[in-house]
């Protein structure tokens, strides 16, 4: 059962850091914040794996679930003030 | 928008990349290694757990949360309404998207909402034997509020202004309040007697829970509330 916990426990980290690389590089904005999303909720696990159930909790809630929510408010608003310059520039 | 193309780079900027790339990956082995060679320390959950009949709760991340460190919880309430504060002093809230919303999310919202509300009073409660407390269930009430807010909903989300502004505030100046009104029985800032400890952290709680949901709803509009006859 052990082994099967340390493979979990790898995979894990694995899928942490992997995440995390794609998403610092990621040349659009909106699979940024998705792939943050993602990282967030794979955190959770983590903590859940380190016995810390209120900090997975408050992990899943406050920094995946509404930061994740500002993140894509934020792209939206800025998709949408460059649409508005563009298309102001072009007249 | 928003795409790279990475058709003509010289060589000297990718090396200068590479080398970044390396540095970072030395930097990283380092955090490993320092963090993996620290002595493993026993912490402090035998002292916690031994002080915890006289904290008022049974969890003892709740009894560090809002009575040993009670202090750290209260100024991180007020960087929350600090944060509130700079971002309505920025500018107006962006006006609601144009289309109305879709199927799936008029029909989530109404299946979500009540559940929520109902969800955070249980982590409210059940913050003082196991996971929860006040943030979490802040939490669960903002991501109600932000629910409605996407389904362009305004009436329960935007009560008159003066009743938002005090529900804001009363978190803050509950906890302050509670933390100075137990000077006045002779004891510290924010010490609180084992008597009574389980009914004020209750009620703190509770306040802290409405004022953080309504700030984090208040944050994720992104500005000031918008007065009729302002140009939005």
């Known amino acids: 059962m052990t082994e099967w916990l340390w493979l979990l426990d790898a995979g894990l980290a694995l899928a942490l850091l992997a995440a995390a690389a794609r998403l610092v590089v990621a040349p659009d904005l909106f699979e940024a914040v998705a792939l943050f999303v993602v990282f967030g909720l794979l955190m959770t696990l983590a903590w859940v794996r380190l016995s810390a159930p209120d900090i997975a909790l408050a992990e899943a809630a406050l920094s995946t679930g509404f930061t994740g929510a500002l993140l894509v408010a934020a792209v939206a608003r800025l998709n949408r003030q460059e649409r508005e310059r563009t298309t102001d520039g072009d007249e | ?232």
């Open chain 2, 1 to 232: 928008m928003g795409t790279s193309n990475r058709s003509s780079v010289d060589p000297g900027t990718m090396l200068g990349v590479w080398a970044l790339r390396l540095a970072a990956l030395l930097l990283a082995a380092a955090l490993g290694y320092a963090v993996w060679s620290l002595p493993a320390a026993t912490g402090l959950g035998g002292p916690v757990r031994s002080a915890l009949p006289e904290s008022g709760v049974d969890h003892p991340v709740t009894a560090v949360l809002l009575n040993f460190r009670g202090y750290d919880t209260l100024l991180e309430m007020t960087v929350l309404m600090a944060s509130l504060l700079g971002i309505r002093a920025l500018g107006v809230e962006p006006r609601a998207a144009a289309e109305p919303p879709g199927p799936v999310l008029s029909v989530l919202m109404r299946l979500l909402v009540p559940f929520l509300v109902l969800l955070a009073g249980y982590l409210l409660w059940a913050g003082s034997s196991g996971p929860g407390g006040a943030f979490q269930a802040g939490a669960m009430l903002a991501a109600a509020g932000v629910l409605i807010t996407l389904t362009g909903h305004d009436m329960p989300v935007t009560p008159p202004s003066w009743i938002s502004r005090l529900l804001l505030a009363l978190g803050l100046a509950v906890f302050a309040g509670i933390g100075l009104a137990v000077m006045a029985a002779g004891r510290h800032f924010l010490e609180y007697s084992p008597q009574y400890a389980k009914a004020l952290i209750l009620v703190i709680e509770s306040a802290a829970a409405v004022s953080i949901g309504l700030t984090l709803l208040a944050v994720f509009r992104g500005g000031r509330p918008v007065t009729p006859g302002e140009r939005t």
